[in-house]
Structure formats: C-alpha cells, structure tokens
C-alpha cells in the first residue's frame, strides 16, 4: 500500500477517535471531548429517575430528572436536567474552613461562565454555587429552560488547583455547544370507551404553557358550577396555577411561591391551603401551613398562618406536620370554612404527639379562635 495513503488513512483513524461526540440528556444538547465518551466511566439516564420525593427523610430531592456524568483529567463532570424542577437543589455557597474565602474565591471563574458565547445559556444562567472543603472544590451552575424547567452543570475535584481551573475551561468548552431542544408533543391518542361508560364519558385535552408533573398526588382540581375548573401543579419551588374554561383552554396562569395542598371554590374566587418548601424538614425547619385567598385570575388577596411561622427549628406547641401533600383538606359552604390537617405537638419530655386538628374559618374574616382537636397516636 502507498506509504502517503496509509499515513492518511492513520491521521483519519486517529483524528475520528478525537470528534467530540454529542450527548442528549433530554431536551439540552452538547458535545464532549471523545476521551471523555470513551475510556471512563460513564453514567447516563435518558429516561428519567423518580423517587417519591415528599419523604421527609430525603435530604435533596431526585425525582425525575435525567443526568450524565464522566470523569476526566482528575475531574468530575454532571449534567442535569429536569423538565418539571421535581429535582430542588438546596446548596448554598460554603468554604470550610470559612477563612479560605478570601484566597479561593479566585479559583472559581464564575464570571467565565456568565460570557459563554452561547445564546441559549446566556439568557437563561440563573446563580451559581461554590463549595471547598478543605482541598475539595466544587462549582454548580444553574441554568432555568422555563418556569419549570432547570438544567444543572457541575464540575468538581479534590486534586491542586490547576486541575481545577483545567476543567472549568474544559467545561466551558462544552457548554459552547449545549443546545435546546424543544421537544415535539405525540399526537393524541382516540380513546375508545367501552361497557358501562361508553357515552357517558368525555376525554379532552388541554395544552398547557409550562412543563408541570403528575408526581406528588398531583394535580389539585376543583371545579366550578359554570362548568370552569381551577387546577394546581405543585413542584419543587411552588405551585403552577391553571383556570381551565368550559372548552378546555387556559384562560390564566400564575404561579404560587408554596406548595398549595388542597383548593376550594367560592362565588367571588377561591381559597387554597399550601405549605412552605417540601425540603424544610430534612434541613431541620418545619413547614407553615397557610389559608390563601385567591382572586378569580389567582392572585393572592390575603394569606394567613394557620399553624406556626417560618424558621421554626423544632416542633413547639403545635405545627403543621408535612408528610405528604394529601394530609389536609379544606371545605367551605356559604360563609363559613373548615380545615382538617396533621400536625404534631411536644411535650415537655420532648415527646411528639402526632395530632388531627380543626380548625374553622370565616370566608370574609379569617382563621376563627375556637378549634376542635382529635388527638390519636
């Protein structure tokens, strides 16, 4: 064989070896180095991971997302996507020791990252988190897709800091290359009825303008005499709130800043019960349960504390015990209301006494004093 054809043919094998390759996590796109794709471990997860992510006992939520992580030059690299931000990530920027802010503040080239020449990453940087610890450093970065979609970058090593600044640059060169991917909708399936029901049944379908998720009991409906129906998708950092008309389309949406358990109708609009972040328990803070007060396009007129306030480290004389999302219930008739939920009371001996507890309230005055308790253990 003609030498100069085989020295083509070697400089084509290994120069094939070293295009980058590009990976689909979900709906974000990015090339990485071909080393990185081969020759190392490899995590991926295209299709989702859930957990059920109302355990009090989690201390960060894993529920649905998608990732893909390798290590490379003594580093590792995650990516993450979560359509539905069923996946909260409650880190906060920490050096320990804490006098090894001032000198490694440097070693974390954020504003690399804020000058990605990249259109989509560019709009959408959201914050970003730096952890050492003692020689081990790590930068997270959080990009928002929508009103409920995040994507997280995060790279991390325990080697000197010239590793470290290596793979920020390297990381920077992939995310030159991420992009979006809007995803198509399937087309709708006709369902056919059968037996008993056949006839009596309608199946419609509404197109929301955000990604929201079934997880977590979701969602919450109530519906209304003129044929409308409000509908409430928690998640990780509040509740989407739809009023769906009588042809099935939205007619509004906005978001709430809490995770809104149960909704209840009346003439002039309607109330709701939500809790603080699902997270709070496994950070050692108990949630606060509170009746709102929405106005017809769901905004909040008025909101009350039903059991406690935020930032209470321990159960006091009684708070809103969040296990799930399905332990209260809310119900209304002509002027008057009553809520039903769990919550939990310590004793001096510092004994926790699971409880259930009424309480009643006014649809134009509030919370009323009086209460009823039915205590079980």
Not at 46 to 75: I, P, V
Not at 338 to 360: H, P, V
Request: glycine fraction near 6%; include cysteine.
């Amino acid at each position: 064989m003609n030498k100069f054809i085989l020295t083509q043919l070697l400089i084509l094998f290994f120069s094939g070896n070293l295009i980058a390759s590009e990976v689909t996590i979900s709906t974000i796109s990015f090339e990485v180095p071909a080393e990185a794709a081969s020759g190392n471990k490899v995590i991926l997860s295209t299709d989702g991971m859930s957990t059920y992510a109302w355990n009090r006992l989690r201390q960060d939520s894993a529920s649905y997302y998608y990732s893909y992580s390798f290590k490379l030059d003594n580093a590792l690299f995650e990516f993450r996507e979560c359509h539905r931000v069923d996946i909260y990530e409650g880190y906060e920027t920490f050096y320990k020791p804490k006098f090894a802010q001032s000198k490694e503040a440097k070693n974390f080239q954020i504003s690399r990252f804020l000058n990605t020449p990249n259109e989509f990453l560019s709009k959408s940087f959201s914050s970003a988190v730096v952890e050492y610890d003692q020689g081990m450093r790590k930068l997270i970065l959080f990009y928002t897709i929508d009103q409920t979609g995040l994507f997280l970058v995060s790279v991390k090593t325990k080697y000197p800091v010239e590793t470290f600044l290596k793979a920020q640059e390297t990381l920077d060169s992939i995310l030159i290359t991420a992009k979006h991917i809007v995803p198509e909708l399937p087309a709708k399936e006709t369902i056919v009825q059968k037996g008993e029901i056949a006839g009596r049944t309608k199946h419609l379908a509404v197109e929301l303008p955000v990604y929201v998720s079934n997880d977590f009991n979701n969602p919450v409906v109530a519906a209304h005499p003129g044929g409308s129906f409000v509908v409430a998708f928690a998640h990780a950092t509040g509740t989407e709130l739809f009023k769906i008309n009588a042809g099935m389309s939205v007619e509004w949406h906005t978001h709430h800043d809490k995770i809104i358990h149960d909704i209840a109708i009346s003439e002039k609009g309607f109330f709701s019960l939500s809790s603080t972040d699902y997270n709070m328990l496994s950070n050692g803070v108990y949630p606060s349960l509170y009746l709102n007060k929405h106005n017809w396009d769901g905004t909040v007129n008025e909101s009350q504390v039903v059991f406690k306030k935020n930032d209470l480290k321990r159960p006091g004389n009684q708070v809103f015990d969040f296990y799930s999302r399905d332990n209260v219930c809310l119900e209304i008739s002509d002027t008057f209301g009553i809520i039903y939920m769990n919550s939990e009371k310590r004793f001096k001996d510092l004994k926790i006494l699971q409880s259930g507890a009424y309480k009643t309230f006014s649809l134009e005055n509030g919370i009323l004093k009086k209460e009823i308790r039915i205590r079980f253990t």
